[in-house]
């Protein structure tokens, strides 16, 4: 009966986990740019128990969580006609200053600040190939390859970076990314901005409350297994003590 316990116990821990990320996805469905994720299990069998299986099966022991994956497809685009947002139509991220670092973002939702330069709606600095981005003009053009042009004059290009796929990257707050492992990023190639465009992101809401609710219903039923038992183990208890 405690095994009962258990097991069902085993089974809502890793529920709660997804539960967190199905949240943190749905918080973001109109966050620019993000990214969902997604956690993967896979059942785990107790050596103990193989030997009492129904039949010589194995136990299920419970759900073990193996890996948090990100879903880096691309979004649809949403038209802002703001001349400082910028959408990618490829593969590729936007770096961003982040202290002594460079972060990776796919939201292009920028700006520019008292000093004049390009940054980000955290007030990071978005970097070009040659450094800090400075803008002095409302009239801004940017171009599918990355040319900022200003009054009619090309300023900077955009840094639009890459990373081998699968991408190893971990989030690294405010909407970034940061590599994993020990790699240098390479220039994106086959992109195209989009000027005037923001990407949304590919938070599906509707499949994402499905599994909520799925979840919900498996966290109710190890609960109420684990109330049974419980209630089960007392009255034994109790009984045994008369």
């Avoid at 299990?41 to 994956?69: C, I, M, W, Y």
């Avoid at 707050?173 to 005037?196: K, M, N, S």
């Avoid at 966290?219 to 208890?237: F, G, P």
Wanted: proline fraction near 3%; aromatic fraction near 8%; include cysteine.
């Amino acid at each position: 009966m405690i095994k009962g316990i258990y097991h069902a116990a085993a089974g809502m821990l890793p529920r709660m986990n997804q539960q967190e990320t199905v949240g943190n996805n749905l918080a973001n469905v109109n966050t620019s740019g993000f990214k969902a994720d997604k956690r993967y299990f896979r059942t785990a069998l107790n050596n103990h128990l193989l030997q009492g299986g129904e039949h010589g099966q194995p136990v299920k022991l419970g759900d073990k969580e193996v890996s948090l994956v990100t879903d880096f497809s691309q979004g649809t685009f949403a038209e802002t006609r703001n001349v400082l947002d910028v959408a990618i139509n490829g593969e590729g991220f936007f770096c961003i200053e982040t202290g002594d670092s460079v972060s990776y973002s796919r939201n292009g939702n920028f700006a520019v600040n008292g000093e004049g330069e390009l940054v980000n709606t955290s007030g990071h600095r978005v970097l070009g190939q040659e450094g800090v981005i400075r803008i002095s003009s409302a009239n801004v053009v940017i171009r599918a390859e990355g040319a900022v042009v200003v009054d009619g004059k090309t300023v900077a290009n955009l840094k639009i970076a890459d990373f081998e796929q699968p991408y190893e990257l971990s989030r690294n707050g405010w909407g970034y990314f940061v590599p994993t492992t020990p790699q240098d990023p390479t220039d994106a190639a086959g992109y195209e901005l989009r000027q005037g465009f923001l990407e949304n992101s590919n938070v599906d809401p509707i499949v994402e409350m499905l599994e909520m609710i799925e979840l919900n219903r498996n966290y109710e039923s190890c609960q109420k297994a684990i109330q049974a038992q419980d209630d089960t183990l007392r009255l034994a208890v109790n009984e045994m003590a008369k």
